[in-house]
């Protein structure tokens, strides 16, 4: 397959960085590997063979790339990056008592809650040591600072998901944390290894942050106007799963006594009924919360393409401003 034959940008960027892939794939094998625990690298194989694009290792090492790095430290930095999404991933099935993930049985669903947990938690140890072996302690501060991040924003979901006092900030930080957090360390540590400047370390961590968010925002709103089959999700399952996304706290802000009556019952207290979600869908075309969600998408998409007019002249600059416009493609 040529370059050329390939139309999305994610597979444009898989293919110019095929080889470096491959060594962090073969990494990764290596390292999920146990003597003496069986259960690790089958709950591991399970989701890393699952399929997905691989966009925060090759966010990685298309930094590095930008940069003429020559080494092999990006390739230890990337497989860091997919252990550490991969362990938040197992813990997140847990704790959403999740049943599938990329259209699979979730590796909670075929094990245990347990093995899920601990195998999370090998593989957070496993990211550790990958990232000590790069001996920059910058890139340890970028990488734990990350993983804290995550976990911070996970449990900041947990309490605000379904508490109707929760606003666009606190949406915001809540996005920041459980997906934006990893894009932009991705992004930046390529940046540090190969030896930006400052300030294009600083753009690379602008570009990651605002891609995350945009991705997620654009992913929140597609449960709600999106195709199942492209999607692998039901159209409101964030609905029926009382989760405040931003469609809906847009539509919360705006409502009348009676439309807030609806949204407690409907979200803080879970007595859902027939119906529902068509109202809910009402009450959002109402105050075109749907499209004024579309619109803070398509600004952070923005944001991420202007972070990185400071970078250099490249063919991977280019890539990554297209990737920015991908992942809002879907809601046009």
């Known amino acids: 397959m040529t370059v050329d034959m390939i139309s999305k940008p994610h597979e444009r960027l898989a293919e110019i960085l095929a080889g470096e892939m491959e060594a962090v794939n ?10 003496h625990a ?19 290792p090759m966010l990685t090492l298309a930094a ?59 593989l957070f140890s496993r990211s550790f040591q ?42 915001l930080q809540v996005v920041r944390g459980k997906t934006a957090a990893l894009f932009s360390a991705a992004t930046e540590v390529g940046g540090v290894i190969a030896g930006a400047s400052e300030e294009q370390v600083k753009a690379l961590f602008d570009y990651g942050d605002s891609l995350g968010i945009a991705f997620q925002i654009a992913d929140d709103l597609l449960d709600y106007q999106g195709d199942s089959k492209a999607t692998g999700k039901n159209v409101g399952d964030d609905f029926r799963e009382r989760k405040l996304t931003l469609p809906v706290i847009k539509a919360v802000a705006q409502s009348t006594p009676e439309e807030r009556a609806f949204w407690e019952r409907t979200i803080e207290k879970g007595r859902q009924q027939d119906g529902d979600l068509d109202q809910a869908l009402g009450l959002m075309n109402k105050y075109a919360t749907l499209e004024e969600t579309r619109q803070d998408a398509l600004g952070w998409a923005n944001k991420a393409k202007a972070s990185l007019e400071v970078l250099p002249d490249h063919e991977i600059r280019s890539l990554l401003r297209e990737l920015a416009d991908y992942v809002v493609s879907r809601l046009n």
């Open 26 to 35: 073969g990494l990764i094998r290596t390292r999920m590997a146990s003597d």
């Open 38 to 56: 069986p259960r690790i690298p089958e709950v591991t194989r399970h989701l890393v063979e699952a399929g997905g694009k691989r966009l925060r």
């Open 64 to 122: 590095a790339r930008l940069f003429g790095y020559s080494g092999d430290h990006h390739v230890r930095l990337a497989a860091t990056v997919e252990f550490i999404h991969t362990a938040t991933l197992l813990h997140d099935d847990v704790v959403d008592e999740s049943a599938q993930r990329r259209g699979r049985p979730t590796a909670n669903l075929l094990w245990d809650n347990k093995s899920s947990v601990l195998v999370g938690d090998y």
């Open 130 to 171: 990958l990232m000590v072996e790069t001996g920059s302690l910058r890139v340890l501060d970028i990488l734990a600072n990350a993983s804290a991040t995550i976990a911070e924003g996970e449990v900041l979901q947990m309490t605000a998901a379904t508490d109707l006092r929760t606003d666009e900030n606190v949406y």
